[in-house]
């Protein structure tokens, strides 16, 4: 955190991965650079603004990185409202009712974004899900809720 007026150096940096786009800004304090401001001369910054074309190597080392990534995956299975009466009298063996249809498929969400819709069941002793249908525009889905 610095005041309001010290000088900075924005950093702006665009990231593509694959099909997704987005931007990363650095915003750093300029005294941070006052250690190290013999290694930024003028030479340093002849290479800026020129771009790097990718590599089949540097592609294949990324994609390969992108595959090993582990996301977070989320459905629900589902939900209800009850009055603060009914919960404070919930007791072992209780059943709760929910608006959701025992057959109907479940939404699965990826980092956030709706992605398949599925069916729950077991899967070696394991609760599990099973994929019914890939959501290829989750801006619908988005929309409606």
Same mark, same amino acid.
């Given at each position: 955190i610095v005041p309001p007026n010290e000088v900075v150096v924005l950093v702006c940096f665009e990231v593509a991965l694959i099909e997704v786009r987005g931007i990363i800004n650095l915003c750093i304090p300029y005294n941070s650079f006052e250690r190290i401001g013999a %290694?930024?001369?003028s030479t340093s910054w002849m290479t800026?603004?020129?771009?790097?074309?990718a590599t089949p190597q540097s592609i294949k080392k990324i994609s390969k990185s992108v595959r090993n990534m582990k996301v977070g995956l989320k459905t %629900?299975?589902?939900?209800?409202?009850?009055?603060?009466r009914e919960l404070l009298s919930l007791r072992v063996g209780d059943v709760i009712c929910t608006e959701k249809p025992v057959d109907s498929l479940l939404l699965v969400s990826v980092e956030?974004?709706? %992605?398949?819709?599925?069916?729950?069941?077991t899967y070696k002793g394991?609760?599990?899900?099973?994929?019914?249908?890939?959501i290829e525009d989750p801006t619908d889905i988005i929309a409606q809720d």
């Open positions: %290694k930024l001369g800026y603004g020129s771009r790097k074309q %629900k299975l589902a939900q209800t409202k009850m009055r603060m956030g974004i709706p %992605k398949y819709w599925a069916r729950p069941g394991y609760t599990a899900i099973q994929i019914e249908e890939i």
